[in-house]
């Protein structure tokens, strides 16, 4: 083990809660991959962590523009954290592009650990500097701490017996940087040689250039100057005791259905279409062939979700992910697995619209659709994460929701939650809920004839397979007649059959928990009431509202239709009640419909997450409007 | 996952009306959709299948209604999307004996794109499309198959769309079964129908179907009796190809060109024309193209009816199995596995 207390030079080690570091270069500079393993080694250290990768759409964006610019932004703390930070401590930037489009989330007095060969005369012109300017030279960081450190230069040096070609020496300088970073944050490198030798089993030149430009970047922070004054840092593990792992959003819905299948004895089939940022469902699932999960690449959006219907009605756990324009070509299917009544998980990772908008950016603002897109009247239950690791529940309970009520369940994640992690404390198989499929029964010549639109007291109809005997049935997309399910066209049976569609949607309100209050008081002056990906921006501002003493609480919306029965009492014990949201304004409009109250909004449509400063700010705000 | 009865017992022999539902069939009369219902109600009993493991689905159309009339288990979908609804259905369940019935506009159309890729991957399924050359249940609209120069309600000048070749769609998206049958001729459209179940993988039967309300008499020429034998040909394994009234006309491969000759006058025997082998694609290529529409003006080439090509592919979801089997050989893996994943840590 590297004793990473012990230096070779007595460099003072400060204690602190936590620290929100960006690492930001260009597509082709491995900062994904930098950010990952540093993820992973602070997580495996013990202390909380929240990350979050921003990247452009474009696979490789012109090399030094802003455009190319890719970012790994992470929060690791002693205390619990729900976001990667509003605004970072420490940058590294790799080149001057990664630091012109990040500067303004630097805290004033954070950090900049900026490579220097990314800040020549080309580079500079690339991120649109004026001639002549070079932010590392000509004072206009005064406000920062700046650390010019010449990466490339030192990589070359310590690789330049490597025997690698200069290509392959350049490309390890990604490597320079992290072992820097865990010298300044007092982090072991073991982790990381352990993935590097792991990673490059068959090219063992290569692990060992890897590691060896790692320990370089950990030494030269040990033996040069530049960081005398600043010292290093140490952030206490705090975790508790336990077997952990880490998961993305999209990894965790992935498992969340296997699980399912797992638990409710039933295959799992996924029908699915690449697309961004929902691909990783698919992929994940494809990797789990040995629980015997079926994955299905179709041709298309639609295909993938009615080859899902397909097999719901062979009696699989089946379901279909996607992100907005694939929820749009889903429609119309959607409307038929609401009228044949099968059980169909809908996972929309939502992003940027509307039509191909911001591909890689998240946005809630697929609600309406989710709620309303379809034609005729076709209600279904609505459901949305609210971190990485909740992605695992929701989507786990959407699955538990579409088999108990033998209906469609479109669950809402997000770009952000898609591809942020966090540690998750791996969960005992026997903490999930039972989910009890409730297939028919075969039957005798001589039983009375099969009913496919037969309710229970839940309105639910039984599923009844093909391979089950005297259950021939014939469904279809056509109205049909209650009970027998035969094709109708009576006026008041299709006002009938709608209402119980309805009704039975209605219903699982019954079957769901009651809201309860994530923090604060249960009457007050606000409730933050948010639904999805907001809740880490939320759950940080209210905790701060609380400290400084305002009359704040948080609520966060899984359940979206139907709603927790008691949702309406909640918001009746708060003078205002505020939602926060990444679109214009799509839940305020359905709890101003639902109780006839008057909320008030707080849109962001950036592309990017709400933080904490910008939710804290709200509230003060308007607490101030509440007094005055 | 159901209460199988676990007894074992002699199956019933069945028979046609063991296969039809308690639903009238409401196709308007005369419409060949009905003889394709009997002869698909015909060929169920011989398959050796039970009803409850025989599923048929559809998309949308005249054709589409057909699951409502079988006594099996059905589902009526959505247009254009019968084929991957089936296909999900067959990789989730294997066992289970999949149809799909559907016409000109749900697979050639709106579902063209699942048609051709339904077919590239080969999935189990028998497809029995109707192609009637119209759309029927909009009343009257030109279809993808449609003749140049029909006039319907939307082509009042005539259709200027160059239709499809199903045979040919079929051959070159990678279809492993194609035959073609013709309503009118019921023993025949059976056997065809068996040869299909027959076949493990996706096998596609194009039915040429009278619509006599919107394009009546479209197959007039394959029907008459004055007309049929000079205009068809029947294909038969290893059988040349023969066709005409007297049986004396005969078709030869002049390299790649397909020639009518005459046995009589040109002193030709059996032996010199052009046998029918259905496990060639290339020849079965050219047999596509007998049905261009130069072919029928000029009289030269007579239409094909019968197996074309039928090739011994592995199936899709067999491929997946295989897959899963090969991924489950040291067992299948636990929802504690599951949690846990591969890359956990302890936090002492």
Redesign the interface.
């Known amino acids: 083990m590297t004793d990473t207390k012990k230096t070779t030079r007595q460099v003072n080690v400060t204690s602190k809660t936590s620290v929100s570091v960006l690492f930001a270069g260009d597509s082709g500079d491995g900062m994904q991959l930098t950010g990952t393993q540093f993820a992973?080694t602070v997580?495996?250290h013990?202390t909380e962590l929240n990350t979050f990768p921003n990247f452009p759409s474009e696979i490789r964006a012109p090399a030094g523009t802003i455009a190319g610019v890719s970012g790994f932004q992470l929060q690791f703390s002693s205390k619990p954290v729900y976001t990667p930070g509003a605004r970072f401590d420490v940058m590294v930037a790799m080149n001057s592009a990664a630091l012109k489009a990040n500067l303004k989330d630097l805290h004033r007095g954070g950090i900049i650990i900026a490579g220097t060969e990314g800040f020549d005369e080309k580079n500079l012109k690339l991120a649109g500097y004026p001639e002549g300017a070079n932010p590392l030279e000509d004072g206009t960081l005064a406000n920062y701490i700046v650390f010019p450190v010449p990466v490339l230069q030192l990589t070359r040096e310590a690789l330049r017996e490597s025997g690698l070609s200069s290509k392959e020496i350049d490309r390890c300088k990604n490597m320079f940087v992290l072992g820097l970073l865990y010298w300044l944050y007092t982090l072991p490198l073991e982790g990381t040689i352990e993935t590097l030798q792991a990673k490059f089993q068959k090219n063992i030149q290569m692990a060992d250039a890897n590691i060896k430009a790692m320990k370089a970047g950990y030494f030269f922070g040990d033996e040069t100057e530049l960081f005398a004054n600043l010292g290093r840092f140490d952030i206490a593990?705090q975790?508790?005791?336990?077997?952990?792992?880490?998961?993305t959003g999209n990894e965790a819905c992935a498992?969340a259905l296997?699980?399912a299948a797992?638990?409710s004895?039933l295959?799992l089939?996924l029908?699915s279409y690449p697309i961004t940022p929902a691909t990783e469902v698919l992929q994940t699932l494809a990797k789990?062939?040995?629980?015997?999960v079926?994955t299905?690449q179709?041709?298309?959006e639609?295909?993938?979700i009615?080859?899902?219907?397909?097999?719901a009605?062979?009696?699989?756990l089946?379901a279909t992910n996607t992100s907005g324009p694939g929820l749009a070509l889903k429609t119309?299917?959607l409307?038929?697995a609401v009228i044949?009544e099968v059980p169909l998980v809908v996972i929309n990772v939502q992003r940027g619209g509307p039509s191909t908008g911001l591909p890689t950016k998240p946005e809630q603002s697929d609600l309406f659709m989710a709620l309303y897109g379809r034609h005729g009247e076709a209600p279904l239950p609505v459901i949305a994460a609210r971190s990485p690791v909740d992605c695992f529940y929701t989507t786990y309970e959407a699955a538990r929701i579409a088999v108990e009520h033998m209906t469609p369940v479109i669950c809402l994640s997000d770009g952000y939650l898609a591809l942020s992690s966090e540690p998750w404390k791996?969960?005992?198989?026997d903490n999930?809920a039972e989910i009890k499929p409730r297939?028919?029964?075969?039957r005798?010549p001589e039983d009375p004839p099969y009913l496919p639109y037969k309710r229970d007291d839940r309105l639910v109809r039984s599923w009844a397979?093909?391979?089950?005997?005297?259950?021939?049935?014939?469904?279809?997309?056509?109205e049909k007649q209650n009970e027998t399910g035969?094709?109708s066209h009576d006026p008041e049976n299709h006002e009938l059959m709608t209402k119980l569609r309805a009704e039975k949607i209605a219903r699982i309100a019954d079957n769901i928990p009651l809201q309860s209050i994530d923090n604060g008081p249960l009457k007050g002056d606000i409730l933050v009431l948010g639904w999805g990906s907001s809740y880490g921006a939320i759950k940080t501002a209210v905790e701060e509202a609380l400290e400084e003493g305002l009359s704040v609480a948080h609520a966060h919306l899984r359940y979206i239709h139907p709603f927790p029965k008691n949702l309406g009492e909640i918001l009746g014990n708060f003078t205002k009640v505020l939602i926060p949201e990444m679109n214009s304004g799509q839940l305020i409009h359905i709890i101003r419909d639902t109780f006839l109250i008057a909320p008030v909004g707080y849109s962001k449509v950036q592309g990017v997450p709400f933080n904490e400063m910008e939710i804290l700010t709200k509230i003060t705000d308007l607490i101030k409007e509440i007094q005055s | 996952m159901t209460d199988n009865d676990t007894t074992i017992k002699t199956p019933p022999v069945l028979t046609a009306k063991d296969f039809a539902s308690d639903q009238e069939a409401k196709w308007c009369p005369g419409c060949g959709d009905h003889a394709v219902l009997q002869q698909l109600k015909n060929v169920m009993p011989e398959l050796g299948v039970s009803p409850e493991n025989i599923v048929i689905l559809s998309g949308i159309g005249c054709s589409s209604r057909l699951p409502y009339y079988m006594a099996t288990y059905g589902v009526h979908g959505i247009h254009g999307r019968a084929l991957p609804m089936a296909t999900g259905l067959k990789v989730s369940r294997p066992e289970l004996n999949v149809w799909v019935a559907t016409g000109d506009g749900d697979a050639l159309s709106i579902g063209g794109n699942h048609f051709i890729h339904t077919l590239r991957r080969n999935p189990d399924l028998n497809v029995v499309l109707f192609n009637n050359e119209i759309y029927g249940l909009t009343k009257g609209q030109y279809s993808p198959t449609s003749k140049i120069g029909l006039k319907t309600v939307t082509s009042p000048s005539g259709v200027i769309d160059h239709p499809f070749n199903t045979a040919a769609l079929t051959i070159g998206s990678g279809g492993s079964f194609f035959a073609r049958a013709f309503d009118r001729d019921g023993k025949y459209l059976r056997s065809i129908l068996k040869r299909a179940a027959l076949h493990r993988g996706t096998s596609l039967v194009e039915i040429y179907q009278n619509c006599p309300i919107f394009n009546n008499a479209a197959f007039e020429a394959f029907a008459s009796p004055d007309n049929k034998a000079n205009h068809t040909v029947y294909l038969e394994q290893d059988k040349p190809l023969i066709f005409g009234k007297e049986k004396n006309k005969g078709i030869r491969l002049d390299g790649f060109t397909p020639v009518v000759v005459d046995l009589d006058k040109d002193d030709l025997s059996p032996s010199d024309l052009w046998v029918h082998n259905e496990t060639d694609i290339n020849k079965a290529s050219i047999l596509a193209r007998f049905a261009d529409d130069k072919a029928l003006a000029e009289h030269i080439l007579p239409r094909p009816f019968g197996v074309f090509f039928a090739e011994e592919r592995v199936t899709y979801e067999d491929a997946l199995t295989a897959q899963i089997r090969e991924a489950q050989k040291n067992g299948c893996a636990t929802l504690e596995d599951l949690l846990k994943g591969e890359s956990s840590y302890v936090i002492k």
Do not use: M, W
């Open positions: 992973n997580a495996v013990g593990p975790k508790q005791h336990g077997t952990y792992r880490r998961v498992i296997t699980a797992k638990k004895g295959e089939f029908g789990k062939k040995k629980y015997g079926k299905f179709a041709e298309d639609i295909a993938g009615v080859s899902s219907i397909g097999a009605y062979g009696g699989a089946a119309e299917a409307g038929l044949l791996v969960e005992s198989p999930l297939f028919q029964p075969a005798k397979i093909p391979g089950t005997k005297g259950l021939e049935h014939r469904i279809g997309g056509l035969n094709v």
